[in-house]
């Protein structure tokens, strides 16, 4: 018998056993295909991108007409509900309470001496914190909170107040979203999704590849038989990326589907880049199932890469935003290309051109995790 | 081919956490021969068999497998060789065919479906093909592991335990097949731990805590143990034992049935204890040939003394 150095049988041998034994296995089955469906449906119905009547409370300094027809304003916009006892006004240290404890999102503060300066036409400051932890919930509010004022404002200018001279903004909004900077926007957390939820169970997947031949103990009857490392890492990785495929497929759907996201640019340039994609993560799985001892190992390693793939990625945070050492951290990771890839591709409709700076980072992670996995790759039980 | 042995390895030693669970161990195997391998549990017989398939690297010790080098060669080795793991270890989630295709396209056998055809008839499992592994019964996994390691028609089989939990027929059907593919020049190294079965090798190796304590063909390993053996029937079995324990030159009792085995390596004083123990019982005494049991429980009592502070070691 002669040993081939490269056999497509043996290679199809793992393969069609890694299908087959993925298949029968529904719990995996069905988490790879539920997993993107759950997490859309819940971005799409469950979680209401444009909420109304989110509890507001009042720090109200200067109580006069002016500050009343601006609340009265607010209310009648339908975006916020004040709270509070009585008339709805509240301390400064309770305010910034309820605001801590997330029992309002919003807090409108109107400082002393409000009526006067704006009666004298010296501009007052009016400050509204926001609570922008979840900034979906926060942005339609804040971004007609200027249209609101103005117009809560005229009905004192052309009324009690009626020989006011119009001209020049009354007031000096100022507006401060706590927590979340950037404002992360639905468009944005498509492509994110795409790419955290292809993170996550395309590294899971093959993470438990080997660790679970070693823990079931067919791994001592593999090593028994005439498979080289490349044909197993080949063969076992090959059908997750198919898989990753069919996700990646039931997420572009239900994006289009669910949040009508624009898709300008070519298909053909994000799926390729999608398979790439993938195929790193799936690999980089395989190269910690060769690296960890049991199944356990396995998945907190995959966590404790999905942990900095999440934070420093772009994902969560204004990637320009980051200091340096984080930018460069985020920089190796996959996802933070793959999601400027998607970015471009679906938003901005950018082509091969425009993504390849972001391509061939991915394909030099995928090729230095596979040769990390061929390296430490066990060919003894010892 | 030439007589060159198949396996020849010398001073082959594995270390587990500072203990050497496989000590210079020396193993020369011909073709054709069968080699049954035996010893008590944990003595190093599954380690020995993992490091000349290449499934471990020896710590110390060279050695051929087929004419090739194990320590280089053990890609080319894997080829020649059905190595059958002592733990079930193909895959229960897929059914019986489905493991045999995948052992058939690792080796690149060809034409595939028919030798699958053809294991699975001999097995008498071809109405069962569609079952998953995992749900036949101990025994018949057995069998399967062994149609999967013989199907690439290999030139070396290396056993371990390969019928544990079989029953008598398909034993002894087992052994037949063995002999037979032996007659054919397949050489087989074979772990048991059945005195019958070890009866039925052309040769066996006997290793003691990593040692090789005994070697040969049975009546040889009976002969170099220096034992002799005393049956003593009737009288009352309890009572009798108790007489004879301690006297001068009674080394080991075993009841065998109704009957008592009494060994000794001095057979003089060995007679003239049992003669003393019986009198008036009404028992009688018989010498007789020495069993490869007593042989094996002697061997084991021995070595357990000699190694008993190594494997309290944690
Ligand atoms: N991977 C390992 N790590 C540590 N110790 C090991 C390892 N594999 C085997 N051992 C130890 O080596 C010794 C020999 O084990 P081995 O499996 O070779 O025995 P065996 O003769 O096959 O026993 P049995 O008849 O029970 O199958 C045992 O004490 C076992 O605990
Ligand atoms: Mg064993």
Redesign the pocket.
Known sequence: MKLHRFSVSRIVAVMLKEFIQMRRDRLTFAMIIGVPIIQLVLFGYAINTDPKRLPTAAIVADDGPVSRSIIAAMELSGYFAFTGSGDGFTTEAEARAMLARGDVNYVLTIPPDFERKFVRGETPQLLVEADATDPSATANALGAFTQIVTQGVSTVTTGALGGMKPGGAPVDIVLHRLYNPEGITAYNIVPGLLGTILTMTATLMTALALTREIERGTMENLLAMPARPYEIMVGKVVPYIGFGFVQVLVILLAAAVLFDVPMVGPMSVLLSTTTLFVAANVTLGYTFSTLARNQMQAMQMTFFFFLPSMLLSGFMFPFRGMPGWAQAIGEVIPLTHYLRVVRTVMLKGGGFADVAPNVWPIAAFLAGVAAIALFRYRRTLD | MSDAPIIDVHGLTKT??GRA?VDHVDLEVKRGEIVGFL?P???????TIRMICGLLKPDAGDGTCLGLDILKDADRIKLEVGYMT?RFSFYEDLTIRENLDFVARLYELKPRGRIVDETLARLGLANRQGQLAGTLSGGWKQRLALAACVMHQPQLLLLD?PTAGVDPKARREFWDEIHELAAEGLTVLV?T?YMDEAERCHRIVYISYGKVVARGTVPEVIAASGLHTIVVKGGDGAGLVRKLKGLPGIEQIAPFGNDLHVVGTDERALAASVERAIAGTGATAMPDATSLEDVFIRLMDQSTDNFAPAEQRP
């Open positions: 587990f956490n669970v010893g549990n944990g003595s190093g017989k599954t380690t002592q335990e772990s731990h």
